[in-house]
């Protein structure tokens, strides 16, 4: 979306800034819309309880920040956004914010809420600096589905509340398998993050992956096989752009790898294969007290629950096959468990539209609030949000990406394929559209100038019903703004 947009947007704000003047509410929430317009994406990790949720965002992050075990700043909402020094803020619900003290107990962040209780906190902040955060805020947010109502209804009424906009423009959900609550939740997140752009702005994770498979060495596989299924689901389709199977505990692990555990997993690797092969015949059989005469038992257990068995098998795999050193061993990791391509994906399609899902967010939030407390001169704006919504070329391609999810377009089986590509389906670049990453742009200015006069023959066709031409009224205009481009 182009800065023109953003600054409409803005303008938009300020105006209805104009007309709330006599209400703090009001006036609180619209200068948080213009806050919004300027910080980046903001992109929630959710899922229901013991999904891997933290241990995914660790992962993501590259340090052990999130906490991950059942403590009370786990039931709360906890935003990570890029600072230059790390900060703690707790955001109570009553009283002024408190900086609280930034500590580590064994390279894990601690966040002490003192005398409150998670009921008392709206949320908490937490600076890093962290180059993934120059580009998202990263919200992890409390289990779905958790045995507290309270809990569960924290992370609902966060992201998807009943009467408003929710506070996230992008979503990571964490599915182990699919079960209903996951499916309802995701239509109640699209149907309040959409609003009226009726845009997917949703991939879902298929965490633990490495569970799906016991921990064998092939479990990726199987839960490769698992996500494309999920991904053919039609109702599921249409809730989310993908589903990316990730092993959470091995993507943190390998991010966090010390060279201590390095040596460890050598130590393991240089091992007879008998005596291997049945050290690591299961997790119980692992961390069994006496069971190795050569790692002690502390040393087994901490690889365990820093890894898990399909990690310990992995990186001893990974070993024998050839790695050398920790650092090529943590790169390898991390490939083999998915992380890498969670990290593409987001930076595909979330990341190149972060404006356009921002004002999005913000023109939602606008709209809402004029609805709800319309006052004199709040028609001029709402005008200006539709306006603004009917004009952006890049809301447009999201609607789109978003039908083809949901019911698919009114397309020939091929021409439908090059649809999704060109507005955008697997990635914005210019030379991705146009499948031709390898192209000079005078190659790729003639694809563009022939794909131009097929999509036009298109919609001028006698046959080609109204759906139809729409669709290609979309195309056409990415690939004009394609052409611009080279």
Known sequence: MSSDAQHEAHALVREARDLYLASDSATRLLEELEMRL???????????????????LNAMLGERIAPTDAGECTRVVTWYRYADSPSI?????????RRLRVHRVDGQVQVDLGDLSAEDVERIDIGWPSRVLKSAILIDTPGIASL??????????????DHSPGSADAIVYLIRHLHPMDVGFLEAFRDTAAGASRTVNAVAVLSRADELGSGRIDSLISARKVATR?????????????????????????????????AAFRTLAELDRNHRERLLVSADRFVKPGEDQVLDDAVRAQLLSRFGVFGVRLATSLIRAGVEDSSDLAGQMVQQSG?????????????????????RSVLDALEHLLREEPQSGTTSVLAGIERLRLTNHSLRELSLLSQAQATGLPLADEDAVAAVRIVGGQGTDAAVRMDMVDATPDAIGERVNADLAHWRTLMNAPLTGRPAIEVCKVVIRSLEEIASQT
Do not use: C, N, W
């Open 38 to 56: 300027q910080e980046p994406l903001r992109l929630a990790i959710a899922g229901i309880v013991k999904a891997g949720k933290s241990t995914l």
């Open 89 to 97: 803020t707790l955001h109570p619900h009553v009283g002024p914010p």
């Open 148 to 161: 507290s109502q309270d809990v569960s209804l924290r992370s609902t009424a966060f992201l998807a509340p």
């Open 230 to 262: 999920y991904e053919r689901d039609g109702q599921f389709a249409s809730l989310a752009l993908g589903v990316i199977p990730v092993a959470g505990l091995v993507a943190e692990g390998a991010r966090t790898l010390r060279e201590s555990e390095f």
């Open 339 to 359: 992380l890498m391509a969670l990290r593409e994906f987001i930076e595909r399609h979330f990341i190149p539209r972060s404006t356009t899902l921002k004002i």
